[in-house]
């Protein structure tokens, strides 16, 4: 309402403003003395201001004229747009001044006006490969994404904003959840563009989480060729995948390629533990335990972990207690004074009931970094040792309070896992999982056997007549190990309920 009035006092000063020059100009003396051919014609001061707005009119005219002309020459010279054009040049400044408009208020987060302008554009410019985008990105701001989904398949249609169209369609998919479609566009957007980097990061996503090992090494190795990933990277990733290609390995239906596989795993990142793990396991089933010692003593040197252990006891699965500290001795020289190194060391012991020497293996570990894997140690030498069963609780007690020690953490969300996968089950993120103590120590997240994984896994795991091959105790010291492995496990479960 104020608006309107200010307008409408404007437009009477304006003419009054008008009528007091006209006034003035009548009343005032002079003139405009103009001769032509001899003829002299004298204006006076309003004569000459209405000749002077006359003569700019003409000019325009005339040069306007000269415009269709040039376009009319055009036009009989076989441009067959050329009248088109002259005539559509005032809709497309208006129908550009409308995208430009859209666009901005696309910036500024106004939906709906941007779909108001991104409508009137595309009315007035009539050029689809400009007007679709913003129409849209305009839809899907106002939460049309019907009306979104049609432009994009529009944009589809045409060859040069095909890549468009498919990453839209694409991303609509991701946010409706459905991955397997997602995952095909992303296919289609990369053929159409190798070099998208996001597009890149997007497919390798969908395949890791679909388990497509081969399709995702492929992506990885895209990426390496366009520029967008570190060589080094490259070569972790790259082992990762070829990883996981061959997590089957210790499956009856296991393949040769499968094992060469894990074996291209340990080599492409030697210090991957998993793949190291796996590779030995490739070499013991090949009959070639000399390479799979090998393999576990170099991946030791990088990093001490339990499931290097495991695969080193698998070398030589029928030795004696006393032949496999010996030979596990070659492997404990890497790191001596590690934690891992002293635990696994104290196990070995413990099976061989040296229960002292397994004392001193644990050494002041209890006192500078207790978890509950020494704790339970602890349990079981006392219990070795004869101690009492109030003593053997009282270890127990602590090792369920006790911080858990290193696991499989996820560095993105920093959910736990009970084993390594090349994806977090949580947050889906790829090859983020590292060997490190949590932030959280909460005492149900770890599994017996990860406490006791040389004594209590391989209780609970082998076959009766395996046990008596393996441990080759006296019937006092195997159920002393015994009690306290089924001590560990039932105080387990009980904390995780």
Known sequence: MLWSLLKILVFVAIIALLALGAGFLMEASGGVQITVAGTEYTLGPLQSV???????????????LLTLLIATLKFLNGDETALSRYFDRGRERRGYQALTEGLMALASGEGRLAMA??????????????????????????GDTKKAAETYRKLVTDQSTRF?????????????????????????????????????????????RAQDWA????????????GTLPREVYKRRDAVLALSEARDLLSETASIDQQERAIEANRLSPDLIPAAAMAARAHIAKGKPKNAAKILTKAWQVQPHPDLAHAYAEIAPDETPAARIKRFAALAKAHPQHAETRLMMAELNIVAEDFPEARRALGDLLEH??????????????????????????????ALTAPRGPQWVCDSCQ????????????????????????????????????????????????????????????????????????????????ATR
């Open 50 to 64: 209405i000749g002077f707005g006359l003569l700019v009119v003409a000019v325009w005219l005339f040069f306007k």
């Open 117 to 142: 302008k991104a409508a009137r554009a595309e009315k007035l410019l009539q050029k689809p490969e400009l007007t679709n985008l913003l129409v849209a990105q305009a839809a899907e701001m106002t």
């Open 164 to 208: 468009v169209g498919v990453r839209g369609i694409m991303k609509q998919k991701l946010a409706e959840g459905d991955d397997e479609t997602a995952r095909k566009l992303a296919e289609k957007a990369l053929a159409l563009k190798p070099r998208h980097e996001e597009t890149q990061d997007v497919l390798l996503t969908l395949q890791t």
């Open 215 to 226: 399709g995702a090494r492929a992506t990885l190795t895209s990426k390496l060729k366009t």
């Open 369 to 398: 970094s207790p978890d509950a894997r020494a704790y339970t140690l602890m349990a079981a030498i006392e219990r070795g040792e004869g101690a009492s069963d109030a003593v053997v609780q009282g270890w127990l007690a602590r």
């Open 415 to 494: 959910h736990i896992h009970a084993a390594w996968a090349p994806v977090c089950a949580y947050c889906n993120s790829f090859d983020t999982l590292s060997w490190r103590a949590p932030q959280d120590t909460d005492a149900g997240s770890t599994t017996t056997a990860n406490m006791l994984p040389l004594i209590v896994g391989a209780i609970e795991q082998k076959a009766p007549e395996a046990d008596e091959v393996e441990f080759e105790t006296d019937a006092d010291g195997e159920d002393a190990v015994e009690a306290v492995a089924e001590e560990v496990k039932e105080a387990s479960e009980s």
